[in-house]
């Protein structure tokens, strides 16, 4: 037994290209692991967490471990970041930096290993047909769910691996991890150095393949007591009935569509920047980038116009372009959909003040757009684009702003600019959704809980709630002679 790839190559499995998107080549391929690859990770898994191997360790030995692996992800990370850049398209800068706060993040979860423990309470009750007082102690235990399913997206795979691996293990479970098909390989690199940090053979499994087939049996699998699962809106309410058949503890971080508030009051040349850089990044396609500027009518077209020209000054490239700022759109079909948006937006007369055309290059990039003349009712204001393009709205007063802003399925994100600091609080406290940042934007920390409300997804991350998310509570009555 092993820390593994489950569903190994043989002569009958179909295999899946993985494509460079900032030259549109093959790297390598990857087995479609499907359900007999599940059923032999899941069957690891919970072999291991039967015998508790990892389970009954102590937990200040657990916590060594995970703090090795944030050592070990340091050591490594130049090597990393090559790998996840190949196959993202992000430059390795950015990426020293995402692995980096990755290790960080592992550290985090590491602490809780010591501090897993629940409540107690002295409770007398009278009752009876003696109407006698009798006494007990009460207290609770964590104890982790089981098997834990790992589902991860394709936009920061191994940040996003390690944001759920770290805290399945911080709690005591064995896992499955899932990776994109479109980015598997710094997940299959992260098996070597799990098993280097020292967590036991088939605690933690791999299983590669596509979400509607292999992601598809690990949701549905029986033996799989909590899922927890990054990507769209769209996959997650499938995942929400696949897991229906053992009733699974979901944990699901779904789409975003963040509203970006800017007020007349707010310091430009910092805003600017700011809500550019929080559409941008990483080429748009992160959850919680700001798509929805809404900017106050005296100050609207200045705040177009610097988001038209901080647009301009962003070079796309490859890793291997230097001075490139971002990268591709990851795949062909995604870049399909990017494009569709902006063209039927063009359709019905929005304006595209800059950017929104394909480089004339190998590679999946778009120029950044900024778009104008929008409605609210449009499909590009109402959807997740996933793709560096933002769409800006003007509005007058306070009441108009957050309406529009919430007028919208989803929860994850949403920005506020403004010197005003009563106005800030009063609208941080009005914006619905599970993280609202105040005169800055894509800020996040390890000991914050991060989920959405509406659409966007159940349950939390990070913090001790992620944590939490990985253990059940079992409350034990002790009776006491009186």
Request: a negative charge.
């Amino acid at each position: 037994m092993s820390n593994q790839i489950a569903g190994e190559k043989n002569s009958s499995t179909k295999m899946i290209p993985v494509i460079d998107p900032s030259t549109e080549e093959q790297i390598t391929e990857i087995p479609e692991g499907g359900q007999n690859a599940v059923d032999e990770a899941v069957a690891r898994a919970r072999e291991t967490f039967e015998s508790g191997i990892w389970r009954l360790k102590p937990a200040s030995e657990k916590g060594k471990i995970l703090w090795r692996l944030a050592d070990i992800l340091e050591r490594d990370v130049a090597e990393l970041a090559a790998i996840e850049s190949r196959n993202t398209g992000m430059n390795e800068m950015q990426l020293n930096i995402l692995i980096s706060t990755s290790s960080e993040f592992v550290r985090y979860f590491a602490g809780w290993c010591t501090k897993l423990y629940g409540i107690s309470n002295d409770i007398r009750m009278t009752g009876g047909i003696t109407g006698t007082t009798s006494q007990f102690h009460a207290y609770t235990l964590k104890e982790p769910y089981g098997v834990a399913g790992l589902i991860v997206s394709w936009n920061g795979p191994l940040y996003v691996a390690l944001s759920k691996v770290a805290p399945a293990l911080a709690a005591g479970c064995s896992c499955v991890l899932k990776p994109s098909s479109l980015t598997p390989l710094s997940a299959m690199k992260l098996m070597d150095l799990l098993k280097e940090a020292g967590v036991p053979d088939g605690v933690v499994n791999l299983v590669n393949g596509s979400g509607s087939i292999t992601g598809a049996a690990l949701s549905a699998h029986p033996g799989v007591d909590k899922l927890s699962f990054t990507g769209s809106v769209e996959v997650g309410k499938k995942l929400v009935l696949a897991s229906a058949g053992n009733l699974k503890r979901l944990t699901l971080e779904l789409g975003g569509k963040s509203p970006v508030l800017i007020f007349d009051d707010a310091d430009l040349s910092k805003t600017i920047l700011g809500a550019g850089v929080g559409i941008f990044a990483g080429s748009g396609q992160g959850c919680v980038c700001g798509s929805r500027i809404y900017a106050q009518r005296g100050i609207y077209e200045q705040v177009v116009e610097g988001l038209a020209n901080f647009a301009k000054t962003l070079q796309l490239g490859g890793p291997q372009d230097e001075g490139a700022h971002i990268g591709p759109i990851i795949s062909e079909s995604q870049l399909k959909r990017v494009m569709g948006f902006i063209e039927e937006g063009k359709e019905q007369g929005v304006e595209v003040v800059t950017g929104g055309k394909r480089l004339d290059r190998r590679g999946y990039f778009v120029e950044p757009a900024v778009l104008t003349n929008v409605r609210e009712d449009m499909r590009l204001m109402r959807e997740e684009i996933f793709g560096p393009v933002v769409a800006v709205v003007p509005f007058d007063e306070e009441e108009e702003a957050i309406a529009m802003a919430n007028d919208t399925p989803y929860g994850l994100a949403g920005a506020v600019w403004t010197q005003d600091s009563a106005r800030a609080h009063r609208l941080a406290k009005r914006v619905e959704a599970g993280m609202v940042w105040l005169n800055c934007q894509l800020v996040a920390d390890p000991a914050m809980p991060f989920g959405g409300y509406k659409q966007s997804g159940w349950g939390l991350e990070y913090g001790w709630a992620g944590v939490d998310a990985y253990l059940k509570t079992k409350t034990v009555y002790t009776f006491i002679e009186d």
